[in-house]
């Protein structure tokens, strides 16, 4: 046999998953091809000093998702080199605002029929990504995640540690890359300080003859250290006045002035914004600009056309897809852009 299937009994990963992952290892790799014949329970029971009944609950799960098949009085056969059957995708998104269902409209519309996938949130809670890899982690065929959790050290640990239990091969992250998690896996990612600079470098020359670049985001949002720095850099390089509030109120809003609102399209502090230059009469796009974070569908109609810098959205959901179809995982900077519309 050319493949050992191997166990770690020091692992808290119960032993059938262990079997699993490592015969699915060994498919995916090669080792194993269309028709092989598997160990025996017995041999396989005797080889790795556990009980027949843990070797019979592993193959019976990889024998109900079709990866091996059974002849009676021959054994166990690989029976296909990609798993004989659509690949089963679990999606683990933080929520389902409105530019994540781009994302997961432009995911699931290209794996189309040649997947089946199932979608769970965890709400920004590591005991939930916990629960779900943990009761999960043998069922499906790739994991993607969007890791969106607290930027504490401590839950950051426990979210690489919990993410670290799925194999490399199975695992896409969406929308942000952990550095510190190691290994080989896809990520489709944004990185949050870099992109806004470039964004906001779209609009340089507007931006110049504006008195004012106003940065408005609640102190609590996630990504707001990360953003901030990269709108910080940006006006400390190319000289342009900018402040930062946590709050709209009609005395910051200004003729001639910008106002970057990054807690997304119609937050309350866009609709506070639009109310305030509207009591005093300033026109967006004409008297006062607006650019809002994160692009969507409806930021076509909104104030006539919102203008927005946003990743791509959809690239980023069709490229996690064409990984899984072509199955070859890789880590790939989505694109970034400003999008004009009437508000600036």
Known sequence: MAYTIKIDLKSQTPVYKQLINSVETAIHNGEYRYGDLLPSMNELSLQLGISKETVKKAYSLMRDRGVI???????????????????KILVLF??????????????????????????????????????????????????????HFPLDESTQRRAVKALMRIPNRKLILLDRCLD????????????????????????LKKLRKQNRLNIITEASSLYYTFIREGAERFCSD????????????????????????????????????ARAAKEKKLKAGRDIGFISY???????????????????????????????????????????RMTRRSTF
């Open 94 to 147: 933080d929520k389902l605002s409105t530019y994540k269902q781009v994302l997961f409209s432009s995911f699931s519309s290209t794996i189309g029929t040649r997947g089946e996938i199932t979608i769970r949130l965890h709400n920004q809670q590591i005991d939930l990504l916990e629960y779900y890899i943990d009761e999960n982690l043998d069922q499906f065929d790739y994991y993607v995640v969007t890791p």
């Open 238 to 273: 190319h000289g342009i006045p900018c402040e930062f509030y946590q709050a709209v109120t009609p005395d910051i809003v200004r003729p001639q002035e910008v106002y970057l609102i990054l807690n997304g399209q119609l937050d309350t502090e866009l609709i506070d914004l």
């Open 294 to 336: 994160n692009e969507s569908p409806i930021n076509e109609i909104v104030l006539n056309g919102l203008t927005t810098i946003s990743t791509d959205f959809r690239q980023m959901g069709s490229v996690a897809a064409r990984m899984i179809l072509d199955k070859q995982l890789r880590k790939v900077k989505c694109d970034f």
């Open 69 to 87: 098949s059974a002849t009676q009085g021959k054994g166990f056969y690989v029976s296909s080199e990609n798993s004989g059957q659509n690949p």
């Open 180 to 203: 510190s998690l190691p290994g080989n896996y896809g990520v489709v990612y944004q990185d949050f300080t870099n992109d806004v600079y470039e964004g906001l470098m779209q609009a």
